[in-house]
């Protein structure tokens, strides 16, 4: 069974390009997250997204970014007009819905390295 | 809301030595989940151990042991014979329910030979 797969591993944008960020979850997860870790710091959440649901996007910028977890396919994590402090490692991590100890359990990517030049 | 505190932003053991990490937590959920991750130089993030809100015993994998103090609210992580693959960074973790982690800090462990 596949872990949680994010691509690609290593990002690199210039100011004011744009970014795609894709995180497949683990199979029959329905459960995406998306966490920002910036340089010397720990993860900070960003968004949770069931299929085709946002579900809590407390977490995210108010402007040029974006997710979205298609009914088919990845979810995908967008920023627009990349600026320097973009820069920072990007980890999705997916769930299944469970009751008991499988409620808490979140698998994590290996995480996208978004380097904005 | 959740927090979690990680007090020590570095901490030094001797090879074969135990340390503890410490972690405090502060949470008006009444069910939820404790957990540690390593994450080496390499980036990726490394589940260690959970402890639930509602286990009588603390948990145990293999050298990780989670010292549960539920009045307390701390969830230190104790690592027994220390390695030196052990040299790391740590982060203690809290979620309730199916919504997100919430993350401390991290504490950066090195561990001398």
């Known amino acids: 069974n596949a872990g949680v797969m994010q691509n690609p591993r290593h990002l690199v944008r210039r100011r004011g390009q744009e970014a795609r960020l894709r995180c497949s979850p683990m199979?029959?997860?329905?459960?995406v997250y998306w966490y920002r870790q910036l340089p010397e710091e720990g993860l900070k959440f960003m968004v949770y997204l069931q299929k085709e649901n946002i579900i809590d996007e407390s977490g995210m910028p108010k402007e040029r970014f974006s997710a979205e977890f298609p009914k088919e396919g990845p979810s995908i994590l967008r920023i627009q007009q990349v600026v320097r402090g973009d820069s920072a490692a990007y980890f999705c991590?997916?769930?299944?819905w469970g009751t008991g100890a499988k409620e808490y359990e979140q698998y994590f990517g290996p995480g996208t390295r978004l380097t904005v030049t | 809301a959740q927090k979690i505190t990680q007090t020590q932003p570095g901490m030094f053991v001797q090879e074969k030595e135990a340390v503890t990490l410490d972690c405090t937590y502060d949470t008006s959920d009444p069910s939820y989940g404790l957990f540690w991750y390593k994450q080496p130089s390499s980036g990726e993030m490394i589940f260690l151990i959970y402890q639930g809100s509602y286990d009588q015993q603390n948990a145990t994998e293999g050298r990780y042991s989670l010292n549960f103090q539920k009045a307390r609210k701390s969830a230190n992580l104790v690592i027994s014979a220390s390695q030196l693959g052990d040299s790391a960074m740590y982060f203690c973790a809290m979620r309730a329910g199916a919504g997100k982690s919430t993350f401390g800090d991290g504490t950066t462990l090195t561990v001398k030979p």
């Open positions: 199979k029959g997860h329905s459960h």
């Open positions: 991590a997916s769930s299944l």
